[in-house]
C-alpha cells in the first residue's frame, strides 16, 4: 500500500462523508478502537500507514472499501460508495488542491452475493491476507497455517508418478461423472477392507479432491434453516458449505479434557426436530485426535436414535501413529445412511493433483431422493480431474509409502514428537498429544498473556516473528485461547521457528 495513495484516498472518503480527523477519533472511541490525534494526522498528511485492524475501522466508519482505502485498487481520486439498495457505486472524485471534493460521474461496481456473508474459511483469511502483504513487501514467511505436504519437502511417491505419465494420453476426455471404474473399483475394495457395508461400484463418487465432495453433499441436502451438527474446533470448509447451502451449523463441542473427542452430551442437548446429520472428522484436523470405537459406538447410538446422516471425514485415515488403528464408523453403522469421505491430498502427498472421494454405505433406501441429488450435482460438474483418477488404483494398492512417515523414526512421528514437546515446554502453553495426521492445537493461557483476541495474537506473532499460524477461530472454535500449528516442516524448520514462538510468548501481553 502505498502512504501517497492511501492518504488521497483517506482524505477524498473523509470529505465525502463530511467527517474530520476529530470524528474519527470520536468515533473510534465509542467503539473502544485506538485512535490517537497524531495517528490520524499522520495518516491524513501520508507520513504513516495504518494498521490492518485501523484500516478496517477507516473504511467501515467511511463506508467505503478496505481493499480500495489500501490502495489496491486502480489509481485516481475515487470512493466506493453503497446506495440504498444494496449496489456498489463507484464514485469518481476530485480533490482539488483547496481540499474541496466533487463528484465527476458513478460507475456501477459488484459484490459479492450475500449468501457469503457468514461464510468463514479463515484457513486462507485475513492473517493469511498479511502474510501475502509482508511477502509481496520482502518478508520471508514461515507458513505453518496449511496442511498441504509438498512444498516441506513431501515427495509423490515414484510410482504414482510414472503411472500418471504412462496413463496421460488415455486421460484426455471426460470419464463417467462418478469417476473412472479403475478407480471407483479399487477405492471399494479399499473401504471393503475397512468394513464399510452394502457398497457397490454406483456408490463411489471421486471429486476434485475432498473439498468439492463435501460441498456437493451439503448443497444436495440442506434447505433454508436445515441443522446439522458439525464439531467444534473444525476443519472450516464443513461449516462453510452448510452455511453457504442455506443451511445452520450447530457446532457441538470436542472435549480437550477428554482427549479431544466429541461430548456426547453436548451432541444430544443441540439435536431438534431440524437436525439432520452429524459431520466426525476422524482423524481430526486441528487436534490430531483419533476416536476409538467406544466413542464412535455413542456417535452412532445417537444418529440411530434421532435418525441422522453420518458424515464420515476420514482424509487422515493412513496417518495414524502409535501403532493405533483408525476404524471408520460407517463400518459400525449398516442400518444408517452413511457418507465416508478420503482422498490422497494427505496420504500420498499429492494434495495438487485434487483427487478425493466418497463412499455412500448402509441403509441407501432411506437417502434414495438425497442419492439422485448427489448425482445430478456430480452430474452438471461433469467429473472430477481423469489424470488424477488414474492412480488411485496404484496408490491404494501395494507399497504404502506413507507407513514410513508414521512409524517410530519416521519423520511426521519426529515432528510431533518435537513440535509437541517443544509446544509444552513454553510457560502458558499447553496440548493434547496428536495421535494422526500433522496437526497440533495447543491452548494458551489467555490470562497469563492477556489475550482476548485470537486473531490478533495470531497477526502479533505474524508482525513480529514471521511465522504465520491460524488462531482456533479460524476453526469455529469460540474461545480465544487455541492455534493451530502444522507440523509438517523438517525439524531443524521447526526448531527455529519454536525458539522464535516461544520468546515471543516470553514477552507478550496483547495491547486492548
Ligand atoms: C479434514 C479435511 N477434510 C478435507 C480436506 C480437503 O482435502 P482435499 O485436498 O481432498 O480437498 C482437508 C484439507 O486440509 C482436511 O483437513
Known sequence: MSKETFSLRLRAAMAREGKKQVDLIRAASEQGVKLGKSHISQYVSGKTLPRPDILHFLADTLQVDADWLRGNEPAGSDVRITDNAGNSMHSIHTIHKNNTVTEDRKMRTFKKSSKLDN??????????????????????????????????????????????????????????????????????????????PNIAIED?????????????????????????????????????????????????????QSDWYPDIDDIRKKITDRTKAIVIINPNNPTGALYPKEVLQKIVDVAREHQLIIFSDEIYDRLVMDEEEHISIASLAPDLFCITFSGLSKSHMIAGFRIGWMVLSGNKKIAKDYIEGLKMLSNMRLCSNVPAQSIVQTALGGHQSVRGYIEPGGRVREQRDYIYKALTDIPGISAVKPKAAFYIFPKIDVKKFNITNDEQFALDLLREKKILLIHGGGFNWEQPDHFRVVYLPRIEVLKEAMGKIADFFSYYKQQL
Request: aromatic share 8%; net charge negative.
Open 119 to 196: 461464510v468463514l474459511y479463515d484457513v486462507r483469511g485475513p492473517v493469511v491476507d498479511e502474510a501475502a502483504r509482508m511477502e509481496e513487501s520482502g518478508t520471508q514467511i514461515l507458513k505453518l497455517n496449511i496442511g498441504n505436504p509438498a512444498p516441506f519437502g513431501f515427495r509423490t511417491p515414484d510410482e504414482v508418478i510414472y503411472d500418471m505419465r504412462q496413463q496421460l494420453t488415455e486421460c484426455e476426455g471426460y470419464s463417467h461423472a462418478q469417476g473412472l471404474f479403475s478407480a471407483r473399483k479399487a477405492i471399494m475394495q479399499y473401504a471393503q477392507l475397512k468394513g464399510i
Open 204 to 256: 463411489i463418487y471421486t471429486g476434485n479432491g475432498v473439498s468439492e465432495l463435501i460441498n456437493i453433499c451439503m448443497s444436495a441436502l440442506l434447505d433454508d434453516e436445515d441443522e446439522i451438527l458439525i464439531p467444534s474446533p473444525d476443519y472450516p470448509l464443513w461449516t462453510a458449505c452448510a452455511t453457504l447451502a442455506g443451511g445452520k451449523a450447530v457446532h457441538y463441542i470436542c472435549d480437550e
